[in-house]
């Protein structure tokens, strides 16, 4: 691996970084789509150079199924389908991007996400996080993402503290 293309791609993880911050203090759904998206594409480049494919993979059908969830919403249909659908593709394409026994854990991580995303509820996306924000730190200390590590803790942090405030009393 060329150390200036590795060095250019843990830059592009701090990049989405930042716009992942970004997109959680926008105010309008739209707006954090626009970032969410923007977000998961940044990090797919990421990952693509420094050679991370199954995450580079699943952060573009994240992108897609951000997009996704965002028009169902919008419409007020809630299927079990769409869910079945992306977990589905999500162990598909983590099966076609292999990188060995450590890719079991971003695979699992977003299909907890692809499941999560579907309950359109804050709450319970929020407490999800506890279960798929470890199994992708994993995977981003095994890649040696630093993005992917920041990223990953920050949402643990953000999740305690927006359950916390968003508790049933």
Same mark, same amino acid.
């Given at each position: 691996?060329?150390?200036a293309i590795?060095?250019?791609?843990q830059?592009?993880?701090?990049?989405?970084?930042?716009?992942?911050?970004i997109?959680?203090q926008?105010?309008?759904?739209? %707006?954090?789509?626009?970032?969410?998206?923007?977000?998961?594409?940044?990090? #797919?480049v $990421?990952?693509? !150079?420094? %050679?991370a494919?199954?995450?580079?993979? @699943? *952060?573009?059908?994240a992108?897609?199924q951000?997009?996704?969830?965002y028009?169902?919403?919008? $419409?007020? #249909?809630?299927?079990? @389908?769409?869910p079945?659908?992306?977990?589905?593709?999500?162990?598909i394409? #983590?099966?076609?991007?292999? %990188?060995?026994?450590?890719?079991?854990?971003?695979? @699992?991580?977003?299909v907890? *996400?692809?499941?999560?995303?579907?309950?359109?509820?804050?709450?319970?996306i929020r407490?999800?996080?506890? !279960?798929? #924000?470890?199994?992708? @730190?994993?995977? *981003?200390?095994?890649v040696?993402?630093?993005?992917g590590?920041?990223? %990953?803790?920050a949402?643990?942090?953000?999740?305690?503290?927006?359950?916390? +405030? *968003? +508790?049933?009393?």
């Amino acid at each position: 691996m060329d150390i200036a293309i590795y060095v250019i791609g843990q830059l592009l993880g701090i990049v989405a970084v930042i716009l992942g911050f970004i997109s959680f203090q926008r105010q309008s759904p739209g %707006e954090i789509l626009i970032f969410q998206v923007i977000t998961a594409l940044v990090f #797919s480049v $990421h990952y693509f !150079l420094i %050679e991370a494919f199954t995450a580079m993979a @699943l *952060n573009l059908v994240a992108a897609i199924q951000c997009v996704f969830y965002y028009f169902r919403d919008k $419409h007020g #249909s809630k299927g079990i @389908l769409e869910p079945v659908f992306f977990t589905v593709l999500v162990s598909i394409i #983590s099966v076609l991007t292999w %990188e060995g026994w450590y890719s079991v854990f971003i695979m @699992l991580g977003l299909v907890i *996400n692809s499941i999560s995303l579907a309950f359109s509820d804050a709450q319970k996306i929020r407490i999800s996080m506890f !279960l798929k #924000s470890p199994l992708c @730190l994993l995977y *981003n200390i095994f890649v040696l993402s630093g993005g992917g590590i920041i990223y %990953e803790c920050a949402v643990l942090v953000s999740s305690v503290i927006g359950t916390l +405030r *968003n +508790r049933s009393k």
